[in-house]
Nanobody, 122 residues
Framework: QVQLVESGGGLVQAGGSLRLSCAAS????????MGWFRQAPGKEREFVAA????????YYRDSVKGRFTISRDNAKNTVYLQMNSLKPEDTAVYYC???????????????WGQGTQVTVSS
């Protein structure tokens, strides 16, 4: 079993930056693909970014390409989401998740964190 704990959320002005972290428990972290998702009020949870177990492959939703960067440090059991040029529409609760592959984590994650709030003011 994998436990995931997100941190780094907060309130930021439009155009600003935040870096989210997701710390994972367990010795098998390096074998999992990881993903970030978000859920805005009144909307369904949506995929944001994913990274393969090695960090070689990354995927992003179109609306965050060029602004967000996902990365991981397997020695620290941590995955990151660097968010730059933030927009009010990025406001949401952000969740990290793990999955069996970089494809599967986007559609059927097997573990979720509790989420961290990101609020972008205009």
């Amino acid at each position: 079993q994998v436990q995931l704990v997100e941190s780094g959320g907060g309130l930021v002005q439009a155009g600003g930056s935040l870096r989210l972290s997701c710390a994972a428990s367990g010795r098998t972290f390096s074998s999992y693909a990881m993903g970030w998702f978000r859920q805005a009020p009144g909307k369904e949870r949506e995929f944001v970014a994913a990274i393969s177990w090695s960090g070689v492959s990354t995927y992003y939703r179109d609306s965050v390409k060029g602004r967000f960067t996902i990365s991981r440090d397997n020695a620290k059991n941590t995955v990151y989401l660097q968010m730059n040029s933030l927009k009010p529409e990025d406001t949401a609760v952000y969740y990290c998740a793990s999955g069996q592959s970089v494809v599967l984590v986007r559609v059927t994650p097997n573990y979720w964190g509790q989420g961290t709030q990101v609020t972008v003011s205009s």
